[in-house]
Nanobody
Framework: QVQLVESGGGLVQAGGSLRLSCAAS????????MGWFRQAPGKEREFVAA????????YYADSVKGRFTISRDNAKNTVYLQMNSLKPEDTAVYYC????????????????WGQGTQVTVSS
C-alpha cells in the first residue's frame, strides 16, 4: 500500500514557476514509477510527466516539454514537478500517482493516487 500526498500548488502569474511535491508513505517507494497528471474543469485527466523506478528515464507530455521537470528522491520518498514558464492553460488540479508496471502515460496503469493540488495560472 502506498499513500501519496501532494503539496506546492497555488496561484501564480503567467510566466511564473511552481514546484509540486508528492510525499509517499511505504517502504517500497523506489519500486514504483511515479507520474504527474492534471485535470481541468470539464476535461479528462491527462498525463503530464513520469519518471521510472530508478530515475533512469523521464517522460513528458508535448504540452509541457521544455518547461516542466520531474525528479525523485528515493531517500526522501518524494517526487517533484518543477513547473516553469507557466501558462493559463496549465491551470488544473495536479495529481501524483504510483505505478508498478509500464505504460506510464496511461491513467489506468497507475495503482495509487494522491488527492490532488490546485494550480491556477492567471493571465
Amino acid at each position: 500500500q502506498v499513500q501519496l500526498v501532494e503539496s506546492g500548488g497555488g496561484l501564480v502569474q503567467a510566466g511564473g514557476s511552481l514546484r509540486l511535491s508528492c510525499a509517499a508513505s511505504g517502504r517500497t517507494f523506489s519500486s514504483y514509477a511515479m507520474g504527474w497528471f492534471r485535470q481541468a474543469p470539464g476535461k479528462e485527466r491527462e498525463f503530464v510527466a513520469a519518471i521510472s523506478w530508478i530515475a533512469g528515464s523521464t517522460y513528458y507530455a508535448d504540452s509541457v516539454k521544455g518547461r516542466f521537470t520531474i525528479s525523485r528522491d528515493n531517500a526522501k520518498n518524494t517526487v517533484y514537478l518543477q513547473m516553469n514558464s507557466l501558462k493559463p492553460e496549465d491551470t488544473a488540479v495536479y495529481y501524483c500517482a504510483a505505478a508498478r508496471r509500464g505504460g506510464l502515460t496511461r491513467v489506468g496503469n497507475y495503482d495509487y493516487w494522491g488527492q490532488g493540488t490546485q494550480v491556477t495560472v492567471s493571465s
